[in-house]
């Protein structure tokens, strides 16, 4: 009784994968997994400020790809890319390989995104916003972005209560038993003067049905060998929604409505009266 088990490994195989995929034998599996702990732990610490949903990794025969989903691209990758050269090098000097590629995809709804939700309940509590509060603005925004269940918890000395205790709100459904369910499950940590505070977030996503693949929260992808390149559309320095290019094609000209020609005196000219008057 009370025994409980987190919602992505209870559905693992079923209607979600796994956050690292590689296969090793018995001598190099211990040494890939350590390699992976030391992979998360940096990048968690180095970009905190980032908005980290997670990262996922995977071993090819020839490169290692660190996949880090973020809510918050732009200080992932810096400008021109230099952010994702700084990461690479500095983890190459951790995990001592040189075959690392770094992709950074965007979280397409921030609010629907559990790791999320809780980091920001986190820094609400940090600056000593009042714990319901920030509680039920995180589930209105959530429920808003078509979720169809939220439940948070949180745990410590609220308010600055000499005796710690948890509270807990919930809108919507949260059918931790369904396997169809895609529920995804977050926990992020306050650090204030009172104590730690611990903030845990499940949300309900949707019901994958059989045949079904859950839907992706993920909106585009920055690759660190663009870096430098003019990109295609949505690239670092392509038509999309990063900016345009230095290559990019000059768009149409546009001319301000109800402005007239001038000549050198400066007064308006005659030649749109008289296109007028000829019509």
Request: proline share 4%; aromatic share 4%; hydrophobic share 35%.
């Amino acid at each position: 009784m009370g025994q409980k088990v987190h919602p992505r490994s209870l559905r693992l195989g079923i209607i979600q994968g796994w956050q690292s995929t590689w296969i090793a034998d018995s001598k190099t599996y211990a040494r890939n997994l350590a390699e992976d702990e030391k992979i998360r732990i940096f990048l968690k610490a180095k970009l905190k400020g980032a908005a980290i949903s997670r990262i996922e990794i995977d071993r090819k025969a020839q490169r290692v790809i660190v996949r880090i989903i973020t809510g918050r691209p732009g200080m992932v990758v810096g400008r021109g890319g230099q952010g994702l050269d700084q990461l690479r090098t500095q983890i190459q000097n951790i995990t001592s390989r040189k075959d690392i590629q770094i992709d950074v995809l965007e979280v397409n709804r921030v609010e629907a995104d559990a790791n999320l939700v809780a980091e920001s309940i986190a820094q609400q509590l940090e600056k000593r916003i009042a714990y319901r509060r920030a509680m039920k603005q995180s589930m209105q925004r959530s429920m808003r972005a078509g979720i169809k269940g939220i439940k948070i918890m949180v745990s410590g000395r609220l308010g600055g209560a000499e005796i710690a205790r948890t509270e807990w709100a919930k809108e919507g459904r949260i059918p931790l038993h369904t396997f169809r369910a895609d529920i995804e499950y977050g926990f992020a940590e306050a650090l204030t003067v009172f104590g730690i505070i611990g903030v845990k977030v499940w949300i309900f996503k949707e019901e994958v049905m059989p045949g079904d693949v859950p839907t992706s929260n993920i909106k585009s992808k920055h690759r660190n060998d663009e870096a430098g390149n003019s990109g295609g559309p949505g690239g670092l320095h392509g038509q999309g929604r990063r900016g345009r290019g230095p290559n990019a094609p000059a768009g149409p000209s546009r001319q301000r409505p109800g402005r007239g020609r001038r000549d050198d005196s400066g007064r308006p000219s005659d030649d749109n009266s008289n296109a007028t008057e000829e019509v």
